[in-house]
């Protein structure tokens, strides 16, 4: 009955449980704007449906995140007060900006795209679509700005009373870990969303249900995966790099590394181990030797030293080193199988074997891509426990203590609202599986009449109506 350790288990429940909603919502909006895209080049129908078949679920999954989304904020003005009066100048404006300008504007647009088809001109229902994922992604920016700042905070100062001054907001916005965090959490979304999309064409493909319309859907899939899988691991690393010469106590907590490695030496990566807290060591390990210094640095010595856990007081020091040790591998491990099934699927298709007539043959490659489907979410899970606990015990790193961020609130109280909140998302979170399996099982509306407007030839001349004379006699 800890207030501050309740109040860091709400936070972390009502984290994980809305972080599953908009990593969808802001990849599937993309995936929306190429169909309905080529829908509009090609005027292949087919697209269309898969426009207005995918949307189903996209709205599904908007409405969860924004009901699941508003206690994360207010959160902070409830149970981390002392955090919002410090940094309230900078992250109060950060998440007003992600509220009033992206928010809204996804919001905004989005009754045009649901129920605009035959109530605006078919460039008009593409533009909002766009500003429906455009708002979606520029969401993630703020957020992910906000979150980099408490990270690196950056752009000003923090006065004796402990609170922040903002000298340079674009300094403070641009921290030194925005543009890697804001660049693999896009990827992150978008690679969730392609192997969600991939998972549930695969499982009608395999149940040999409107084969050709979910062939259309999974090599879409294929193709943006291509460039979106390795990529993610590329920018996942250069992230890494930035914990390494930015974050050491997190870097440590990664590895399980209780010994600093000194420069000029080889640095050994622990492929998997069983670190004991307590006894500030790991019970076994088993480790490939002078891999560290190569993923790291590329060399096969370190110019800048590792250092280890035990250089750092206790009370300076992340703790629950494997959950952070298991968390990070885990993201790690989801990656490269999430490109290696790329690349396999990759040569089925050069070798014909995607078509729609053979592809319901791939059992085992579509069983793989089912098992995908909640694989990136288990990842993008997996990073923000490793960004998040690997930061303790600090909430603004280096600068603010989470002890002291938090509410003096009666923990009685914050048991009974975290009580709440997990009954609450339970029923969300099952209703979610109810109508999101619901929307599933009944398909896509392929007798779904096109859209009025997208029926009429612009560059046409006007038909005579009957009994009407050409505009030429009228004039």
Known sequence: MDTVVLSRMQFALTAIFHMLWPVLTTGMAIYLVIVEGMWLKTKNPVYYHHARFWAKLYVLNFGIGVASGLPMEFQFGTNWAPLSEATGDFLGSILGFEGAMAFMLEAGFLGIMLFGWNRVPPVMHYVATIMVAFGANLSTFWILAANSWLQTPAGGDFTAGGKFIVRDYFEAIFNPFMVNSVAHMFMATLETSLFVIGGISAWYLINKRHPEFFATSFKIVLASAIAVAPLQIYIGHLSGEQVYHMQPTKLAAMEAQWETTPAGEAADWSLLALPNDKGETNTWELTIPGALSYILEVKPTLSTPIQGLRDFAPEDRPHQIGLIYYAFRLMIGIGFFLTALMGITVLQWLRGKLAADAIADQKWLLRAWIFSAPLGYLAVE????????????????????????ASNLPAGDILTSLIAFTGVYLVLF?????FGSRIIRQGPNLD???PLSATIDLDAPPTPQPNQRPAEVQQ
């Open 448 to 450: 779904l009449p096109l």
């Open 382 to 405: 997996s990073g923000w426990i490793v960004r998040c606990v690997g930061r303790q015990p600090w909430t603004v790193y280096g600068q603010i203590r989470t002890v002291d961020a």
């Open 430 to 434: 099952f209703a979610a599986l109810y």
